[in-house]
């Protein structure tokens, strides 16, 4: 909406550029949401692991979420795609509620996430690996699909795939042991596997993940053709730079809650604070009291985050205190 100082081409659809003039709030609405959660909590014994109020996806565009190690992404991810079963809330996609299907459904659907490749999978070949990328995802028994044939379908899928390891340039370790393959080569099979499903929205955890320099540009160049061709992406980073460079936008979460979201170019501007509270509080317990609101050194690290970036959800009070307003907060 706001006019901007970017010269936009108007024959390029950029989603960062959609993005623009959206307020840089917790849970604030999108102009065109692919996948909207509401009300999304899981609990484990007595932790909050996921708390997540309101949060919308924009469609076609690449989402970085960030935030410290048990802030709850991962937990989040398994639940949206079905691994995990939340205790609270919804989550629509395309108008269907996803709560309450099975991988395999949600996967159907067109939301898929990826995994680390177990040693279990490490003993197959490359291609075994892609084919169970299909077939797993569909609900259909694995060796039932591998090896008693199905004909005009097992064809199918097996020229799927192979297309797909030409993409990722795995072509020639198509008959290797996945357990073979780089560190960096099992990251572009695990992204070429979810993209047997023929997905639209795609989250990654962690996809640069002990890969090499090389093959982690290669990775961000998969990355944005998935959001080329029209794929919604949401991808967890630690890298603050990988961050900046591909995300349209921006979330982070603490302790299972969004705690703010913004445009990346919003985190580079204060890389100080966003290193501090992703790189020397990495470990840091963080705290918040029972109303959700964060205390003690939690509560400074936030506050300064929000008053350097996400200003407008920090009021004012004049009681010169480090606390975020809580309504802002909790809406
Ligand atoms: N299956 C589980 N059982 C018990 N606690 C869990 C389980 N999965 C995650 N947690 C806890 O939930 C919190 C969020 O974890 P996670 O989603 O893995 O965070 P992140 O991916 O942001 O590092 C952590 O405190 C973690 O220990
Ligand atoms: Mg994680």
Redesign the pocket.
């Known amino acids: 909406m706001a006019a901007e100082d970017t010269t936009p081409d108007p024959t390029v659809t950029d989603p960062a550029r959609t993005l623009t003039g959206v307020a840089p709030e917790p849970g604030v609405a999108k102009p065109d949401p692919v996948l909207t959660v509401d009300g999304v909590t899981?609990t484990?014994?007595g932790?909050k692991?996921?708390d997540v109020a309101h949060l919308e996806f924009e469609r076609g565009a690449i989402t970085g979420l960030i935030?410290?190690?048990?802030?709850?992404?991962?937990?989040?991810?398994?639940l949206l795609t079905g691994f995990?079963r939340a205790d609270t809330g919804s989550w629509i996609y395309e108008g269907n509620p996803l709560q309450k299907l099975p991988p395999h459904r949600v996967a159907r659907k067109g939301v898929v996430r990826t995994f680390q490749l177990t040693k279990a999978l490490a003993g197959m070949t490359v291609l075994e690996n892609m084919k169970l990328g299909a077939v797993g995802q569909r609900g259909e028994t694995f060796l039932g699909a591998l090896f008693t044939g199905w004909g005009a379908q097992e064809r199918r899928i097996t020229e799927q795939a192979r297309e797909l390891l030409a993409r990722f340039k795995l072509d020639t370790k198509a008959e290797d042991l996945a357990g073979s393959l780089s560190g960096g080569q099992r990251k572009l099979l695990e992204m070429a596997r979810a993209l047997m499903m023929d997905p639209k929205v795609v989250m990654l955890?962690e996809p640069m993940a002990g890969v090499n320099p090389v093959l982690t540009q290669s990775l961000l160049g998969h990355v944005k053709s998935l959001r080329d061709e029209g794929m919604s992406v949401v991808f967890?980073e630690h890298d603050m730079d990988v961050i900046r460079d591909i995300s349209d936008w921006v979330v982070v979460?603490a302790q299972?809650r969004v705690i703010a979201e913004g445009p990346p170019s919003a985190l580079s501007s204060n890389q100080a604070v966003v290193d501090a509270y992703l790189g020397s509080h990495h470990d840091q317990v963080l705290e918040f009291d029972e109303h959700g609101n964060p205390v003690g050194q939690t509560a400074e690290i936030v506050a300064e985050m929000e008053a350097a970036e996400f200003e407008g959800s920090l009021a004012d009070d004049g009681t010169g205190t480090a606390h975020p307003d809580q309504e802002g907060k909790r809406t």
């Open positions: 899981r484990f014994g932790l692991a996921v935030g410290p190690n048990g802030a709850g992404k991962t937990t989040l991810f398994n995990d955890d967890v979460m299972g």
